[in-house]
């Protein structure tokens, strides 16, 4: 089983920026990739960002240009830099990782808990 631990989350004003960190650890055989998702209130779920293990990365539209995911594959640690926030950027982040089981060697995807970003306006 994996675990995700995020960090990072918070209130900043428009224009600001925050770093949100997600972090893997317990068994697996090997990360496949490593994404945000966010989700507002009264939504549904959608893509932020989202990086394989060899660094090729996706972008929501809405976001090109701003945030920035990149990864640390000695730590299974992404991160997504968040710059030039607007107050539509305002949701819970969740972070996703895919990746092989250990014993089945499955394909299997695994969210954190989320964290919370507001921005003001």
């Known amino acids: 089983q994996v675990q995700l631990v995020e960090s990072g989350g918070g209130l900043v004003q428009a224009g600001g920026s925050l770093r949100l960190s997600c972090a893997a650890s317990g068994r697996f055989f090997r990360i496949i990739g490593m994404g945000w998702y966010r989700q507002a209130p009264g939504k549904q779920r959608e893509l932020v960002a989202t990086?394989?293990?060899?660094?090729?990365?996706n972008y929501a539209d809405s976001v090109k240009g701003r945030f920035t995911i990149s990864g640390d594959n000695a730590k299974d640690t992404v991160y997504l830099q968040m710059n030039s926030l607007k107050p539509e950027d305002t949701a819970v982040y969740y972070c996703n990782v895919e990746y092989f089981a250990v014993a089945s060697l499955e394909l299997t995807s695994v969210w954190g808990q989320g964290t919370q970003v507001t921005v003001s306006s």
């Open positions: 990086i394989t293990r060899g660094g090729s990365t």
